[in-house]
């Protein structure tokens, strides 16, 4: 069922793992011998970001949260599943949702051409697109970046270098988000009793960075702490870093690392 909210609203390669390199073409990953050390570079062009706002108790959700799941085989897309919480007072509390994705989702609709928060909405590259099903190609043409991005992990801690160029927006914003894959849950309450659904992509941690004047030639730098979870060992992590432009909210570019 799609139902609004409403009242709610309110560079260098490593040696010992070439595989992972061959795997995501665009990025340059660096890994070293500590399994929780590595980089990676963006690429010359902006990545796809697709965000999916979904709940466990929408029972429309379940075909987005699989259309979701098949981008993994695209490496280069960014993809966050933002589950929403105005849901969970109508039978089904999902244990993923958060009032900050609520509140995303309601802030975002200013500017990504939505005329209100309903779910599962897929919004990509800063657009709601209604027509998702039919997107199968979100990687066609992709736009020439106007900066470059450098992510590093060391353990628990996650750096980021951001580095403006001439066609850098004047206003520039950014956000991070903590995904995992292969979530999988047993609803037994709600429009969708009975089901068992699985996730992909399930954004567990969000902070964002405010809004700072970039300059050529100065690099911004930024930092994320890797927060502590007991079930990271079985569902992978990925630290995403979303760079958008600070004046529209559109991303001008992305990059996430997952060692």
């Given at each position: 069922m799609n139902r609004p909210s409403t009242d709610a609203l309110a560079g260098s390669r490593g040696t010992t793992i070439a595989l992972a390199v061959a795997a995501v073409a665009a990025f340059a990953q660096t890994p070293s011998l500590a399994a929780d050390t590595c980089s990676v570079r963006s690429a010359a062009t902006v990545p796809p970001v697709v965000e999916l706002y979904t709940s466990e108790g929408c029972n429309s959700c379940p075909p987005a949260d699989r259309w979701l799941s098949r981008l993994k085989a695209d490496p280069n897309v960014v993809a966050l599943a933002f589950h929403v919480d105005y849901w969970d007072r109508l039978g089904w509390k999902d244990r993923f949702a958060s009032a900050a994705f609520t509140a995303r989702q309601a802030e975002q609709q200013a500017s990504n051409g939505a005329r209100f928060s309903y779910t599962p909405q897929v919004v990509v590259d800063g657009q709601d697109r209604k027509d998702w099903p039919g997107i199968a190609a979100p990687l066609a043409n992709r736009p020439a970046a106007p900066l470059d991005v450098q992510l590093l992990?060391?353990?628990?801690?996650?750096?980021?270098?951001?580095?403006?160029?001439?066609?850098?927006?004047?206003?520039?914003?950014?956000?991070?988000?903590?995904?995992?894959?292969?979530?999988?849950?047993?609803?037994?309450?709600?429009?969708?009793?009975?089901?068992?659904?699985?996730?992909?992509?399930?954004?567990?941690?969000?902070?964002?960075?405010?809004?700072?004047?970039?300059?050529?030639?100065?690099?911004?730098?930024?930092?994320?702490?890797?927060?502590?979870?007991?079930d990271a060992a079985t569902h992978p992590r990925e630290v995403n870093l979303v760079v958008v432009d600070a004046d529209n909210g559109r991303p001008v570019q992305a990059l996430k690392i997952g060692c």
């Open positions: 992990r060391d353990g628990d801690r996650v750096t980021a270098t951001v580095a403006a160029t001439p066609r850098s927006p004047k206003r520039l914003a950014a956000y991070w988000a903590v995904t995992e894959q292969g979530h999988v849950t047993a609803v037994k309450a709600g429009e969708n009793r009975g089901a068992t659904l699985q996730h992909d992509y399930v954004v567990r941690d969000y902070q964002t960075v405010p809004a700072w004047a970039p300059r050529t030639g100065t690099p911004q730098a930024l930092s994320f702490q890797l927060p502590a979870r007991a």
